[in-house]
């Protein structure tokens, strides 16, 4: 019984703590580490924001303690709690106008207790997650609320720049200004244009030496700068002025009417909330754009808010200016190659240093130079390029309204009206059509252009009954909304004209959305017909490049007995082979995106019919009716354009030789319609090099014709993810075998191995990270190689020399539905992402 006890009691609770045979040790306590590049980020958004911190409290009429009070509070709060790791907050010059509005009404201490509510606020809005709600804001008035403040700011800065004292508004800063002109002070002038001069000049330094001067930020630079030289010559200049940290006022009680203070946190939380959320999403942008440092996670907007409304909390109470996510700050931090928050924290940590160490420097600043770079900071947020894309969405009336109310009335006047036009904007589009009735060749076109709803039925009406009966009428809907009201009328209207023996084609509707036609069914089929079923399906949903075999717009109905085979039944109408085509998922607004897509989609489709033919029983009934398909829907929409491509011929602009693979679909991936592109597809996405054994005349062929004949400009050699030719290939690398014709065409991918091994210089990579695997490292390396190939061939050759045509290597990774545009840098070829970008449509 002995034997069966523990000899000492003290070993079990000893080898209760000790880890697992043959398992790693447990780690150690986690030690706090910055990355080398958080530091040198936060290094260079420090030394952006102290200067512009003390600038925008100048500009608020606010203790100058109060900036760097918030500047650091926004670094460490919300830099910490925050949901967005790379934005930067701190005193935001959106909020200058807001913040020395409340100081001339309620006085500093109020203000702070203003700051603190508005924090609340924010915590209030944050846990009931709402966040994404601001971003339904019209960009065009956020953007004519900022151009507004913009305006505010540098008119009244203009003044300390001119060596006066600006007033409350911009109507009296503007009526004082002639006065002002007329009492220069030069020492404050040539102070604020020396820091203009060294802010406009200095990121346009030329060469090397530029590009290394360009580190430093232009504003420290333009700051350091004109202090330097005021202090060098003896000029005598408001300076400024640090009292001491023992005399600071914080927050006290809010004074003032009830209503005035509500109308005052409502602004406060109003501007800093949009301009923070708004900030994250554009950083977000920013690091998605970037290349090199590792992935960052994308902003939690309601924990961001959270951050803010803590800020706000902290900073407010401690005396400071409210606090927002600051754009030039935060764009310097992702640009100087921040990879954590730990960079945003170590710039607060950097401001605490300096409000407590450099305070003897900081009082050598003279306030015209602050003032000029808050007014090049204010004339900056007056954005063109902000003004060009308002301009292009017809947004112009709503950004002007916004500004001029800002400017004239204040910030939360301003936005209301902003509000208000954007609303009478909108219900005026959504109630102005324009409805035009033509003839053309004896058929009668009838065109609605914008929403169709019951205030246009009359005027649809009156164009509808100018078709004679029995005449054949084309409606076509340019439009995304149709009420109940339309809907009937068009339909009544269709019912009759049929029943009268005319015929109606109603195109450019939406998805599921379809005119029924009983009349014309019924006199054109028979009851039961296929073509009847096919006719009236107005369920099928899918994408114009939805595979046959995904479409989700199946019913079940028998098949024609000659088209049976064992096996259960296929039940999918005609509509199924709208993966072929741009059937009914085509948008309403446009025909020319979908129906180039649908080209594609149909040959690659095409492609997997067989196979998906033996495994479900359908024999040739889906490409057939994928077929009735594109001619009931999509062939009236194009016939046009190929009726032209026949008078004029093919004249392609590109070359496109890809791989056989029926998942790359040439013209969806490149939004090319008919006559774009000249494609060349085989197994591997091959060239084999002139006169190589067991070549492929085909492939020579269409190269000479493409660039002799057709003149193209451009030849582009795709590979992708999975390739199956190249698997095949590093299966059966070794000698033997036997030469099927398969492994005779596959030798010409046998330089691609040598290219991987790097007999021909260091393989090709991805840009930020390494291939994936051995077959995506050849894919890569085999577009490389055949692009070498297509040099070899004397037409390419020639046309390069006269430089009359361009060899690109693309790379299409299938599961992430990404391209990457081949590359060279400092001899290494990388292929880089190809990213969305905004478009002028």
């Not at 927050?251 to 009830?258: I, Q, S, T, Y």
């Not at 059509?433 to 009156?462: D, K, M």
């Not at 451009?714 to 590979?719: K, Y």
């Not at 299938?814 to 905004?838: K, M």
Request: hydrophobic letters at 45%; a positive charge; glycine letters at 12%.
């Amino acid at each position: 019984m002995s034997a069966c006890v523990p000899a000492r009691a003290a070993d079990s609770d000893r080898t209760e703590r000790a880890h697992p045979p043959h398992s790693p040790p447990p780690p150690g306590p986690r030690r706090f580490r910055v990355a080398s590049a958080d530091m040198s980020a936060a290094v260079a958004v420090f030394l952006i924001a102290l200067p512009l911190s003390l600038g925008i409290a100048l500009a608020t009429g606010a203790p100058l303690q109060a900036g760097l009070v918030a500047a650091a509070v926004g670094g460490l709060v919300a830099g910490r709690i925050g949901g967005s790791p790379l934005q930067v907050s701190g005193p935001a010059a959106g909020l200058t106008v807001v913040t020395a509005d409340l100081i001339q009404h309620y006085g500093w201490r109020t203000t702070c207790a203003i700051t603190v509510l508005a924090g609340l606020a924010q915590l209030g809005l944050g846990c009931l997650r709402v966040a994404r709600g601001a971003l339904a804001v019209s960009p065009a008035i956020v953007h004519g609320m900022l151009a507004g403040i913009g305006v505010t700011i540098a008119v009244a800065q203009l003044h300390i720049v001119l060596g006066g004292t600006p007033q409350s508004s911009v109507p009296d800063n503007l009526r004082a200004l002639p006065a002002q002109l007329a009492n220069l002070h030069p020492a404050a002038l040539s102070v604020s244009l020396l820091t203009l001069t060294l802010l406009l000049l200095w990121p346009r330094l030329p060469g090397r030496t530029g590009r290394l001067l360009r580190a430093v930020p232009a504003a420290l630079v333009a700051v350091a700068g004109a202090t330097a030289i005021a202090t060098a010559a003896g000029l005598v200049l408001p300076k400024v002025d640090l009292p001491s940290w023992r005399n600071h006022a914080l927050a006290g009680l809010p004074e003032g009417p009830v209503l005035g203070l509500a109308a005052a946190v409502l602004t406060t939380t109003l501007v800093c909330s949009v301009q923070s959320l708004l900030g994250a999403v554009a950083v977000d942008k920013l690091v998605s754009g970037r290349s090199g440092p590792g992935p960052v996670g994308r902003s939690d907007l309601d924990r961001e808010l959270l951050g803010q409304g803590a800020a706000n909390i902290v900073s407010g109470s401690l005396g400071g200016l409210p606090v927002a996510g600051v754009a030039v700050r935060s764009s310097a931090n992702v640009r100087a190659g921040a990879v954590s928050r730990n960079s945003t924290m170590l710039h607060g940590v950097l401001v605490v240093a300096a409000a407590l160490l450099l305070v003897p420097l900081l009082e050598f600043i003279p306030l015209a130079s602050l003032a000029a770079l808050v007014m090049a900071v204010g004339i900056q947020m007056v954005s063109l390029h902000h003004i060009r894309t308002v301009a292009r969405h017809r947004e112009v009336l709503v950004y002007a309204v916004t500004t001029l109310g800002v400017v004239s009335l204040g910030v939360l006047e301003g936005v209301a009206l902003g509000i208000a036009v954007a609303v009478a904007v909108a219900l005026h589009r959504l109630t102005r059509t324009r409805i035009t009735h033509q003839v053309e060749e004896g058929v009668h076109h009838v065109h609605v252009r914008g929403q169709l709803t019951f205030l246009a039925v009359p005027r649809l009406s009156r164009a509808l009954h100018l078709v004679p009966q029995g005449a054949g009428a084309v409606v076509a809907l340019d439009g995304s909304f149709m009420d109940h009201a339309a809907f009937e009328a068009l339909q009544d209207w269709q019912n009759t004209h049929t029943a009268q023996g005319g015929t109606v084609e109603i195109t450019g509707r939406r998805a599921g959305v379809r005119i029924a036609e009983p009349a014309a069914l019924s006199s054109t089929h028979p009851a039961g017909d296929p073509q009847a079923a096919d006719a009236s399906d107005a369920d099928c949903r899918c994408r114009p490049w939805t595979a046959w075999r995904n479409h989700q717009c199946e019913r079940p109905r028998p098949l024609p007995d000659t088209d049976r085979r064992p096996g259960p039944a296929d039940g999918r109408t005609a509509a199924d082979g709208a993966g072929g085509t741009g059937g009914t998922g085509r948008s309403a607004d446009g025909v020319g995106r979908t129906d180039k897509a649908a080209d594609g989609a149909g040959g690659t489709d095409g492609g997997r019919n067989g196979g998906t033919e033996r495994r479900e029983g359908t024999g040739g009934s889906r490409l057939v009716r994928g077929i009735s398909t594109f001619q009931r829907n999509t062939a009236p929409l194009v016939r046009g354009e190929l009726a032209r491509l026949a008078r004029e011929g093919q004249r392609p602009a590109q070359l496109f030789l890809t791989c056989a693979d029926s998942r790359v679909v040439t013209s969806m991936i490149t939004s090319s319609g008919p006559g774009d592109l000249f494609v060349v597809r085989n197994v591997g996405n091959l060239v084999p090099p002139p006169g190589a054994e067991s070549g492929d005349d085909s492939v020579a062929a269409a190269i000479e014709y493409a660039v002799d004949v057709l003149a193209v400009r451009s030849i582009t050699v795709c590979g992708h993810s999975g390739c199956g030719a190249m698997q095949a290939l590093l299966d059966d690398s070794g000698p033997g075998g036997a030469p099927t014709p398969l492994r005779r065409w596959l030798r010409h991918g046998q330089p691609s191995l040598k290219h991987v091994e790097g007999v021909s210089g260091p393989p090709p990579r991805l840009t930020g990270r390494q291939p994936a695997d051995a077959v995506e490292e050849l894919c890569l390396a085999n577009v490389v190689q055949q692009l070498e190939h297509l040099r070899a061939h004397e037409s390419v050759a020639r046309a390069l020399k006269d430089g009359a045509l361009e060899l690109h290597g693309l790379y299409f990774h299938v599961g992430e539905a990404q391209a990457y545009l081949l590359t060279e840098r400092d001899e290494e070829r990388v292929f880089d992402r190809v990213r969305a970008v905004d478009l002028a449509w």
